[in-house]
C-alpha cells in the first residue's frame, strides 16, 4: 500500500512538472525589438503617443530601434529611422535633435553620437538591413562581436537609410496592403462599425482602443485594422 502511494505521488508530480514546463514553452517569446512597456522611455504627448506617426506601429514593440527628433516644439517618436528619414525627405518635416534608443542602457541618447551597428542578425524593422545604436563604442563593438553587423555613426546610417527609402517604402507599402486586407476581414468580423475618417493609422489606432471597438483586439490585428480604417 505504502509502495503505491510513494508511485502515485510520484506520477502526481512528473504529470504537473510536464504541465508546467508545456504552459511555459507555449508561452509566446517576446521579439527582440520589443520591450515591456514602464521600460520604454515614450517623449510624444497625447492619445497616440506609443504609435509611430509614420506608420503607426507600436513603439514598445519595436523600441530597441526607435528614434526621436523635435519638429518646431513638438516632440515625435518613431519606430525606426526609416520613418523618421521619411517624415524628414518625403512628408518635409523639420526635424531637429536627433535621438535613439541606446540598446544598453534603452534610454533615449543623442543619434549623432551613437555606434550604429549595422546588418546584425538581428530583426530589421521597416528595413531589410537591421540597425542597432548603443551610446557607447564598446557596447557596439560587444554586441557586433556576437551578432555581426558593422559599426557606423548616424551620418552614414541616415545616407544609407536616404538612399534605400524608395525601395524599402514599396516593401513596406507591398506589405502594408496585405495588411489592410486582412485589417478589413477583422474589423468586418470583430468591429463595432464607426464613420470615423482617420489621417493615419496611429489615429486609427488610438479610436479603436480607446473606445474598445474591437474588444481586446491587439498586435498585429490591432495594426491590420488600423491601416485599413486610415487607407478606406
Same mark, same amino acid.
Given at each position: 500500500?505504502?509502495?503505491?502511494? *510513494?508511485? *502515485?505521488?510520484?506520477?502526481?508530480?512528473? /504529470?504537473?512538472?510536464?504541465?508546467?514546463?508545456?504552459?511555459?514553452?507555449?508561452?509566446? &517569446?517576446?521579439? %527582440?525589438?520589443?520591450?515591456?512597456?514602464? +521600460?520604454?522611455?515614450?517623449?510624444?504627448?497625447?492619445?497616440?503617443? $506609443? %504609435?509611430?506617426?509614420?506608420?503607426?506601429?507600436?513603439?514598445?514593440?519595436?523600441?530597441?530601434?526607435?528614434?526621436?527628433?523635435?519638429?518646431?516644439?513638438?516632440?515625435?517618436?518613431?519606430?525606426?529611422?526609416?520613418?523618421?528619414?521619411?517624415?524628414?525627405?518625403?512628408?518635409?518635416?523639420?526635424?531637429?535633435?536627433?535621438?535613439?534608443?541606446?540598446? +544598453?542602457?534603452? +534610454?533615449?541618447?543623442?543619434? &549623432?553620437?551613437?555606434?550604429?551597428?549595422?546588418? !546584425?542578425?538581428?530583426?530589421?524593422?521597416?528595413?531589410?538591413?537591421? #540597425? %542597432?545604436?548603443?551610446?557607447?563604442?564598446?557596447?557596439?563593438?560587444?554586441?557586433?562581436? /556576437?551578432?555581426?553587423?558593422? *559599426? #557606423?555613426?548616424?551620418? =552614414? /546610417?541616415?545616407?544609407?537609410? @536616404?538612399?534605400?527609402?524608395?525601395?524599402?517604402?514599396?516593401?513596406?507599402?507591398?506589405?502594408? &496592403?496585405?495588411?489592410?486586407?486582412?485589417? =478589413?476581414?477583422?474589423?468586418?468580423?470583430?468591429?463595432?462599425?464607426?464613420?470615423?475618417?482617420? @489621417? @493615419?493609422?496611429?489615429?486609427? #489606432?488610438?479610436?479603436?482602443?480607446?473606445?474598445?471597438?474591437?474588444?481586446?483586439? $491587439?498586435?498585429?490585428?490591432?495594426?491590420?485594422?488600423? *491601416? %485599413?480604417? !486610415?487607407?478606406?
Amino acid at each position: 500500500m505504502k509502495k503505491l502511494m *510513494i508511485s *502515485i505521488i510520484t506520477l502526481f508530480l512528473l /504529470v504537473s512538472v510536464t504541465s508546467a514546463q508545456e504552459k511555459m514553452e507555449k508561452k509566446p &517569446k517576446m521579439r %527582440y525589438t520589443a520591450v515591456p512597456m514602464e +521600460k520604454a522611455t515614450l517623449v510624444q504627448k497625447g492619445d497616440s503617443k $506609443k %504609435y509611430c506617426p509614420i506608420c503607426g506601429m507600436t513603439l514598445p514593440m519595436f523600441y530597441k530601434t526607435s528614434h526621436a527628433a523635435k519638429h518646431g516644439n513638438v516632440d515625435k517618436q518613431y519606430c525606426s529611422i526609416h520613418c523618421m528619414v521619411e517624415d524628414k525627405e518625403v512628408n518635409g518635416s523639420d526635424l531637429s535633435d536627433y535621438k535613439v534608443v541606446d540598446n +544598453k542602457s534603452l +534610454k533615449l541618447t543623442d543619434a &549623432k553620437k551613437a555606434f550604429y551597428v549595422v546588418g !546584425s542578425n538581428k530583426p530589421a524593422t521597416m528595413a531589410m538591413v537591421s #540597425k %542597432y545604436a548603443f551610446a557607447k563604442k564598446v557596447d557596439a563593438e560587444g554586441f557586433a562581436k /556576437v551578432n555581426g553587423g558593422e *559599426i #557606423k555613426k548616424f551620418d =552614414e /546610417v541616415y545616407a544609407l537609410v @536616404s538612399s534605400e527609402l524608395k525601395k524599402e517604402s514599396a516593401m513596406v507599402a507591398k506589405r502594408q &496592403k496585405k495588411m489592410q486586407m486582412m485589417g =478589413e476581414k477583422v474589423y468586418n468580423k470583430m468591429c463595432k462599425k464607426t464613420d470615423n475618417k482617420f @489621417s @493615419s493609422t496611429a489615429d486609427a #489606432k488610438t479610436f479603436v482602443t480607446k473606445n474598445k471597438l474591437c474588444g481586446q483586439l $491587439k498586435g498585429k490585428k490591432l495594426q491590420a485594422v488600423g *491601416i %485599413y480604417l !486610415s487607407r478606406r
